[in-house]
């Protein structure tokens, strides 16, 4: 079975530049997540999506981040405009939430987007 | 107050002997979940072992076992005959049943394993 599938896997941009991350979940996971790693502040979750809906965004760090899940295989991350502090490597996740409140169920990671702002 | 902590930033290990990685959690949800990813230096995510607040044994895979002592809410890893293949990042994290469903994950720990 494909994982998560995240791309592009690297990219350089300029200063001010849009960048738009993509995600396509593991087939059948009904949520999806968006983390940030750096050094500085390690993993940090800035989004997470169940069933496309937007559940917690309070990680996003400013409104020059914005996440969509316009259906349930595929999810952006856009960056506009893009800074050097956003240089990082973005992880897409995803899980299946289960049903009564199960926790069991895994969250499966992509291979990330290292992300280079100049 | 921290969901999840990992108080060893780093650890070192003779090859072939055993090591535990310390994580704690602090939730009030009856119901969740305890997971460790293994990330290299290559960067990937790596799942390696599942326990729920309910299971009565600890969890198992391979040379992975899983510490739980739940009136302590601790739940370390311990890896049996270390391997130069397990130096990399741990990450502990948990997911509570009644909270959305969100993954709580700790600043990790940097395990080396000495030949």
């Known amino acids: 079975d494909a994982g998560v599938i995240q791309s592009p896997r690297h990219e350089v941009t300029e200063m001010g530049q849009e960048v738009t991350l993509r995600c396509k979940p593991i087939s059948g996971h009904n949520s999806l997540f968006w983390y940030r790693q750096t050094m500085m502040r390690g993993l940090e979750l800035l989004i997470y999506?169940?069933?496309?809906?937007?559940?917690?965004d309070s990680g996003m760090p400013e409104d020059r981040f914005s996440a969509k899940m316009p259906n349930a295989s595929f999810s952006t991350l856009k960056i506009q405009p893009s800074e050097p502090r956003d240089s990082a490597v973005y992880f897409c996740?995803?899980?299946?939430?289960?049903?009564?409140?199960?926790?069991?169920?895994?969250?499966?990671f992509g291979e990330g987007s290292w992300l280079t702002v100049v | 107050a921290q969901k999840i902590t990992q108080t060893q930033p780093g650890m070192f290990v003779q090859e072939k002997e055993a090591v535990t990685l310390d994580c704690t959690y602090d939730t009030s949800d009856p119901s969740y979940g305890l997971f460790w990813y293994k990330q290299p230096s290559s960067g990937e995510m790596i799942f390696l072992i599942y326990?729920?607040?309910?299971?009565?044994q600890n969890a198992t895979e391979g040379r992975y076992s899983l510490n739980f002592q739940k009136a302590r809410k601790s739940a370390n890893l311990v890896i049996s005959a270390s391997q130069l293949g397990d130096s990399a990042m741990y990450f502990c994290a948990m997911r509570e049943a009644n909270t959305g469903n969100q993954f709580y994950f700790g600043t990790g720990t940097s395990l080396t394993v000495i030949p």
């Open positions: 326990q729920g607040s309910y299971d009565q």
């Open positions: 999506f169940n069933n496309n809906v937007p559940i917690d």
């Open positions: 996740a995803s899980s299946n939430s289960g049903t009564g409140g199960y926790s069991g169920n895994t969250i499966y």
